[in-house]
């Protein structure tokens, strides 16, 4: 990676969430590529940043105002010099803490100087996969 991109893969995921927390459409939006994909936990699928925020505005307004996320990178691994793919455990939750209830993988691009998601895959976890992932993360605020 040049030595002007300073970006973090946690940068990125603090932008994610906080676009998200602040049910704000456009910045959500804004961590995506212009003609990125994203596949919804429901398997609808969604093709560049214009679909992305029209379908949010009606998730933050519509379905899930007030929610807050939860997502943690499980793994990452670089592609290229300025390409990688991370895979997350998420959440959401109106007003209490979200326990983990999805998988989801990014495949991120650099640009200008910063992370932006290029593909997005949501899909629900199974109980096993909630077991593990919940109780890791109990044990680890517990410590």
Same mark, same amino acid.
């Given at each position: 990676m040049s030595s002007e991109f300073s970006d973090t893969i946690e940068q990125f995921l603090d932008r994610f969430r906080a676009a998200w927390?602040?049910?704000?459409?456009? =910045?959500?939006? /804004?961590?995506?590529?212009?003609?990125?994909?994203y596949v919804?936990?429901?398997?609808?699928? *969604? !093709?560049?940043?214009?679909?992305?925020?029209?379908?949010?505005?009606?998730?933050?307004?519509r379905w899930s105002p007030g929610s807050k996320m939860r997502v943690s =990178?499980?793994? /990452?691994?670089?592609?290229?010099?300025?390409?990688?793919?991370?895979?997350?455990?998420?959440? *959401? !939750?109106?007003?209490?803490p979200p326990d983990f209830d999805k998988m989801q993988t990014f495949a991120l691009v650099q640009s200008d100087?910063?992370?932006?998601?290029? =593909?997005?895959?949501?899909t629900a976890m199974s109980e096993q996969a909630k077991s593990a992932y919940n109780s890791a993360a109990d044990k680890s605020a517990s410590s």
């Open positions: 927390d602040a049910g704000d459409a456009r =910045a959500y939006a /804004a961590q995506f590529t212009e003609d990125a994909t919804t936990w429901r398997g609808d699928p *969604l !093709v560049g940043r214009e679909a992305i925020e029209r379908m949010h505005d009606e998730v933050f307004t =990178a499980v793994k /990452a691994k670089t592609l290229g010099s300025n390409s990688c793919v991370v895979l997350t455990a998420g959440g *959401l !939750v109106e007003n209490s100087g910063r992370w932006l998601c290029a =593909a997005f895959q949501n």
